[in-house]
């Protein structure tokens, strides 16, 4: 896993049946209500990003209240802070989950 800015992760998988049985996973658990600070699940060929990680306080922080370009500033400032605690909890919690395959009728 690999932090893509304040907002977003980036989940890579050994290969691309797993990326697709991952993001199956992602939005089965989003459709019950288990991944709600998290605004976009966006696959790809051997990774998931997701995207929109909720804040804190609890808003989605994609689209809106983007940092500066100056990233040491935004590091400094609160709210930087606690986007990026929520993105390390989310993906301490993604690395808890076991995705089981997919099967033929799912794909």
Sequence with gaps: MLPAGPYALLVELADGERAEAFHAE??????????PGVREIVPGARTVLLDGIED???R?????????RDRSAARDRPAARDRSAARD???????????????????
């Design 89 to 107: 909890r989310l993906a301490r919690d993604l690395l808890s989950w076991a995705v089981p395959p997919l099967r033929r009728e799912e794909r």
């Design 26 to 35: 992602l939005l089965r658990r989003r459709e019950r209500g288990a991944l």
């Design 56 to 58: 804190g306080d609890g």
């Design 60 to 68: 989605i922080s994609a689209g809106r209240d983007r940092p500066s």
